[in-house]
């Protein structure tokens, strides 16, 4: 079980660096994915999902009025 959430996280933070990228249309830095992780870090999977859909709104939203 605690291998399926470590997994989980590991992939919604992929996820999430990501969707930053494509936002920022640059790789980010280290101190950049530092960061991001250290914030996320703090939050549930609930709490991580709930960002996460919220990055990928943002994206798809800016990218329409691109």
């Given at each position: 079980?605690?291998?399926f959430k470590t997994q989980d ?38 709490d991580r999902t709930t960002i996460l859909n919220m ?12």
């Open positions: 079980m605690a291998e996280r590991e992939n919604t933070m992929r996820e999430i660096y990501s969707i930053l990228e494509g936002g920022l249309q640059r790789e980010m830095h280290q101190k950049e994915y530092k960061l991001v992780s250290e914030w996320v870090s703090g939050f549930n999977q609930e990055l990928k709104e943002l994206t798809n939203k800016h990218i329409r009025i691109d």
